[in-house]
């Protein structure tokens, strides 16, 4: 979890028109600014951004709050992602409860494994010869990070040479305990891309085989960090 203190130190950064004004043209009112108003369809601008009170306020539609209520629905947002999106656009760093210092953790096992795959897929042939087949190009490649997964002791090797215990390859949702009580990867000799959340945050991934395995394409289960409700 975000520190609540740290929270409270972000908001008395926040500025009502700082932010308002990072998405929407304000045009200064008096003591106050307006601008249209991005919650129902309006013509005239009707949104009054008051430095004051440090809030916002639709005459026409009633929508109003404050800073993060804005980010909050403007972005369509959680309230943690929303502190999340204000801190960064603050430059702010945010302190976690050690529990959420387990999902950054999470999170960097993730990234590094994303890189792992990327990296595979540039000596593995059969893979770069399946996706030019496909008809995707390099840019496509890049642009959507697609990597290659290979075998699943393969992927238990880098695992634990990059210092990971098999208990967090399975809470991130890269490995699983089959029915015989053996770790397995889950995503094996598929093509990989990564799955961000709506703040642009890693949380799993989505793989298609290229060797017939039974399931065409798989997606990380349902973990901590990957809450797919969330996503969509
Ligand atoms: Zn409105």
């Known amino acids: 979890m975000i520190d609540t203190q740290s929270i409270e130190n972000l908001k008395t950064r926040l500025d009502i028109v700082d932010v308002v004004g990072s998405y929407l043209e304000l045009k200064k009112n008096g003591a106050n600014w307006k601008c249209v108003c991005p919650f129902h369809d309006d013509s005239n601008p009707s949104l009054v951004v008051s430095p004051s009170k440090q809030i916002y306020h639709c005459f026409s539609c009633g929508a109003g709050g404050d800073s993060i209520k804005?980010?909050?629905?403007?972005?369509?947002?959680?309230?943690?992602?929303?502190?999340?999106?204000?801190?960064?656009?603050?430059n702010f760093s945010l302190s976690y409860t050690s529990n959420d210092g387990k999902t950054h953790e999470?999170?960097?096992?993730?990234?590094?494994?994303?890189?792992?795959?990327?990296?595979?897929?540039?000596?593995?042939?059969?893979?770069?010869?399946?996706?030019?087949?496909?008809?995707?190009?390099?840019?496509s490649v890049e642009k959507f990070e697609l990597g290659y997964a290979p075998s699943s002791q393969e992927n238990l090797n880098f695992l634990?040479?990059?210092?990971?215990?098999?208990?967090?390859?399975?809470?991130?949702?890269?490995?699983?305990?089959?029915?015989?009580?053996?770790?397995?990867?889950?995503?094996?000799?598929?093509?990989?891309?990564?799955?961000?959340?709506?703040?642009?945050?890693?949380?799993?991934?989505?793989?298609?085989?290229?060797?017939g395995h039974n399931a065409k394409y798989v997606n990380s289960p349902q973990t901590k960090i990957f809450n797919k409700l969330n996503i969509i």
């Open 70 to 90: 804005f980010v909050m629905e403007y972005e369509k947002l959680s309230y943690p992602e929303t502190i999340e999106k204000l801190a960064s656009m603050y």
């Open 160 to 211: 634990s040479s990059h210092g990971y215990t098999i208990s967090e390859a399975i809470e991130t949702g890269i490995a699983g305990v089959g029915e015989n009580g053996r770790n397995y990867a889950r995503f094996i000799e598929r093509i990989t891309f990564p799955i961000y959340s709506l703040n642009g945050k890693m949380v799993g991934f989505g793989g298609r085989t290229i060797t």
């Open 106 to 139: 999470d999170r960097k096992l993730l990234e590094n494994i994303n890189i792992f795959f990327k990296k595979t897929l540039d000596n593995r042939p059969t893979a770069t010869e399946y996706i030019k087949n496909r008809g995707i190009g390099e840019a």
